[in-house]
């Protein structure tokens, strides 16, 4: 079975609320078996590039490969 990550909040850290980051993207990755794909199911409104672009390089190393899929 396939890793899996699900994205449903804003990327990045806000005021009022932790977000998605790309330091609790390493925390999730960190505990995956690098053998399997790694399934990411996204629901965001988007927002900190600075993340997005931590997750995305984080994403893009991962030797097992990667799937992405829009949440609906």
Do not use: C
């Not at 079975?1 to 806000?14: F, K, L, P, Q, R």
């Not at 005021?15 to 965001?44: C, H, Q, R």
Request: aromatic share 12%; charged share 20%; no cysteine.
């Amino acid at each position: 079975m396939a890793n899996e990550i699900y994205v449903y909040d804003t990327i990045g850290e806000g005021f009022f609320e932790a977000g998605v980051t790309d330091k609790s993207i390493a925390a999730e990755l960190k505990g995956m078996d690098t053998s399997k794909p790694v399934n990411v199911y996204i629901n965001s409104f988007g927002g900190s590039a600075k993340h997005g672009m931590g997750i995305y390089n984080q994403l893009s190393r991962w030797p097992g490969g990667v799937s992405v899929r829009r949440s609906e």
